[in-house]
């Protein structure tokens, strides 16, 4: 054998080896593409022996997945460039269909003909899971939809980060299910991931769609709620999201019902980072499943204590206010505080108060109980029962001869968004034979200012009907004059905190004083609020105001005293 012979023959010798050896599927094809050699790894990953394949199409071991325009994309690659590389899908012996990736070469004779095709493939299976299973595990939880841990700390970080900036609130809740794994264990794995699915339902329903929910794994969810007022709030949305998930849920024929643990920590106070946070709303979790499943417990002590409370003033008030519609025992009430009007010393309206006398807590002031009630829901029959006590009051004052007297009832965020609210205010009309004239409603200028197109589109509804509407604590809210006018508005309130200092501040007098020549303009009453001495009188009469309310005239009256005090106030004027 020559030199150059015996080279020749070493290489084919190692590439006889390669091939035999190599991991990688290898296939080789004449100029009819009819397979003319198959490799070993080739009938490990395809299952089929060389003498199966051998004279055959390989289009044989496609799995009828790839496109016509892949063919004709490698045809034309092969022709042009004398090689190409892609990605097939086939079937293997079994009927298994598997990605795999190929590169295929031409191979010429010394004309230039093409003589074979090589082909070498690899099966792609696990890597393609793999992939798969890295984007669900770093974005989505299969079952629920849900993100998952890894995108809600990243999400989380976003939001702290935005916090620091603005000085924002961020609550992170945990949530774990109680006796999850007894549902399980009795009922079956798909009943258990049924539940799982409908509560991540429920929580949706129950939180804002700015907050963000996660499920962690298992039976943990993982809330995050950016923008919190303060840090009580939070527990709301707790108690929120713990009555949605005690209503019963409905997984196939069993009708089951499911409790929580949750634990809460908050940005700043608790942590500065997604991790930390988290870590301490788990350890604030842990320590509520040790105290006894079904509840809630922030990171912070002094949180608990705080929390607690305000969670038996809640139940109080849910109670109380059974009570109350059931005409049974009420303990709320309705006070009534005169407003005087300037030009003819006369009163001629009252604002109704409302009033709870708590067994266990006394005398709870408004600011407490109305801002309960606003988050819990309970607003909407405290609110249309304060109403219809104020109407039911009126109509008793009229009988016992009290004339030219019209009532002012305070209306919260969530009674103005009721669309019933017309309903029921011509019901109460109706019901105690009132005029609409005889009723005035305050909403709050950051009330009205929160939501501008409902609040108009229920103010012209009840301006409609005949019923004055007043803008209360004005001033506070920074409203802009330009929007009040497309307001059907008829009195603004000047809020207490300017009538307060109007004596010794200058800003508060100019204040006033622009609060009541551009009330004017606009063709409005004004009405001060919170007037306690006579200078401060003096001064709103100088600066042209219309009506006055406040202590210095009287302090809110229980409704059996207001009769006698509207006597004797109006009796003055008698001649
Ligand atoms: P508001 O509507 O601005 O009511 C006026 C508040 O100022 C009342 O407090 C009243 O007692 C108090 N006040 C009146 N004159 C004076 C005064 O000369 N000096 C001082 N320092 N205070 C005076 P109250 O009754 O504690 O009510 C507080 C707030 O609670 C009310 O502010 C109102 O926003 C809300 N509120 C009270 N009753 C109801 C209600 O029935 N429904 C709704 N939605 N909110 C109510
Ligand atoms: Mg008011
Ligand atoms: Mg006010």
Not at 35 to 50: D, K, L, R, S
Not at 59 to 71: D, F, I, N, R, V
Not at 467 to 485: C, E, H, P, R, W
Not at 524 to 542: F, H, M, N, S
Request: with cysteine; net charge negative.
């Amino acid at each position: 054998m020559s030199q150059l012979d015996k080279q020749a023959h070493q290489r084919l010798q190692y590439l006889a080896t390669l091939f035999e050896r190599h991991p990688d599927g290898m296939v080789v094809t004449d100029a009819a593409n009819r397979i003319v050699e198959v490799n070993p790894a080739f009938t490990q990953i395809t299952g089929y022996a060389a003498e199966a394949v051998i004279g055959q199409d390989p289009g044989m071991l496609s799995a009828g997945h790839t496109s016509p325009e892949t063919y004709a994309e490698m045809w034309q690659a092969l022709r042009s460039e004398g090689c190409w590389q892609g990605e097939f899908w086939d079937r293997r012996a079994d009927g298994n269909i598997y990605p795999k990736s190929v590169s295929i070469a031409l191979v010429r004779d010394a004309a230039g003909e093409v003589s074979h095709h090589v082909a070498i493939f690899r099966d792609t299976s696990e890597r393609k899971s793999a992939a798969d299973q890295i984007f669900q595990l770093t974005h989505n939880d299969a079952l629920t939809g849900l993100i998952n841990r890894t995108t809600a700390e990243s999400q989380l970080d976003q939001m702290l980060t935005s916090a620091r900036r603005d000085g924002g609130l961020v609550a992170v809740i945990l949530l774990d299910l109680d006796n999850f794994k007894q549902f399980n264990d009795t009922l079956g794995h798909a009943v258990g991931d049924g539940l799982l699915v409908q509560i991540a339902s429920r929580l949706r329903d129950s939180v804002r769609a700015s907050d963000v929910i996660a499920r962690l794994g298992g039976d943990e969810f993982l809330i995050i709620a950016p923008d919190i007022d303060n840090a009580m709030s939070v527990s709301a949305i707790a108690s929120k999201i713990r009555r949605s998930l005690a209503e019963p849920h409905q997984i196939d024929s069993h009708l089951l019902y499911a409790t929580a643990t949750i634990g809460i920590s908050l940005f700043s106070s608790d942590g500065d980072d997604a991790e930390t946070l988290i870590r301490n709303a788990e350890t604030a979790m842990y320590k509520a499943k040790s105290l006894g499943r079904d509840t809630f417990k922030f990171f912070a002590a002094t949180m608990n204590a705080a929390a607690h409370e305000r969670l038996k003033l809640e139940n109080a008030l849910r109670l109380a206010l059974e009570e109350t519609t059931l005409q049974y025992a009420p303990q709320f009430r309705v006070h009534f505080q005169p407003q005087m009007d300037i030009t003819t010393g006369r009163i001629t309206g009252l604002e109704a108060l409302a009033r709870w006398q708590a067994p266990e807590f006394g005398m709870v002031p408004p600011s407490t109980f109305i801002q309960i009630a606003e988050e819990t829901g309970l607003i909407q029959p405290l609110g249309d029962w304060i109403f219809w006590e104020a109407c039911r009051q009126l109509r008793a004052f009229k009988d016992q001869g009290v004339t030219d007297m019209r009532v002012a009832v305070n209306l919260s965020t969530q009674q103005l968004r009721n669309e019933n609210l017309p309903a029921v205010v011509r019901g109460a009309l109706a019901c105690y034979g009132l005029s609409p004239t005889e009723l005035e409603l305050e909403i709050t200028e950051s009330v009205a200012m929160h939501n501008p197109e409902l609040t108009k589109a229920i103010l012209g509804q009840l301006h409609e009907l005949g019923i004055v509407l007043a803008i209360d604590d004005f001033g506070t809210g920074y409203s802009s004059l330009s929007y009040l006018k497309h307001l059907p508005i008829h009195r603004l309130k000047i809020d207490r905190s300017f009538v307060r200092d109007i004596t010794s501040n200058h800003d508060d007098v100019a204040i006033c004083s622009a609060i009541i020549v551009l009330g004017h303009e606009l063709g409005l009453d004004i009405i001060a609020e919170g007037v306690e001495t006579e200078p401060q009188r003096d001064y709103l009469k100088r600066l042209n105001c219309d009506l006055l309310q406040g202590f210095l005239y009287s302090k809110p009256l229980p409704a059996e005293e207001v009769v006698d005090f509207l006597r004797r106030w109006n009796s003055q004027f008698d001649d």
